[in-house]
């Protein structure tokens, strides 16, 4: 059992950067891909980007790519998304992932909000 727990979330001008950060529980983290998800409103939840165990292969939705970097700290159990040159699109709830496939993770986070303004 993995627990997460996001922040970082916020306004931010469009064109700025925030990073979230994900702090896991658990001995075992090293042991899961993890990833983030997002959810604008009235639209379903997509993937944003995944990391593998070691931090050695990373995946992005097309979106984000050459925006966004996600990276891990084993050592912490942290996860990071930097996200640079926001748009309003990027506007949604953030969800960090762990366990399962990168697609379909197994455990959730609660979410952090990111708004971005034009």
């Known amino acids: 059992q993995v627990q997460l727990a996001e922040s970082g979330g916020g306004l931010v001008q469009a064109g700025g950067s925030l990073r979230l950060t994900c702090a896991a529980s658990?001995?075992?983290?090293?042991?899961?891909?993890t990833g983030w998800f997002r959810q604008a409103p009235g639209k379903e939840r997509e993937f944003v980007a995944a990391i593998s165990r070691s931090g050695s292969t990373t995946d992005y939705a097309t979106s984000v790519t050459g925006r966004f970097t996600i990276s891990r700290n084993n050592a912490k159990n942290t996860v990071y998304l930097q996200m640079g040159s926001l748009k309003p699109e990027d506007t949604a709830v953030y969800y960090c992932?762990?366990?399962?496939?990168?697609?379909?993770?197994?455990?959730w986070g609660q979410g952090t909000q990111v708004t971005v303004s034009s």
């Open positions: 992932t762990a366990g399962g496939a990168a697609m379909n993770p197994d455990y």
């Open positions: 658990g001995r075992t983290f090293n042991r899961y891909t």
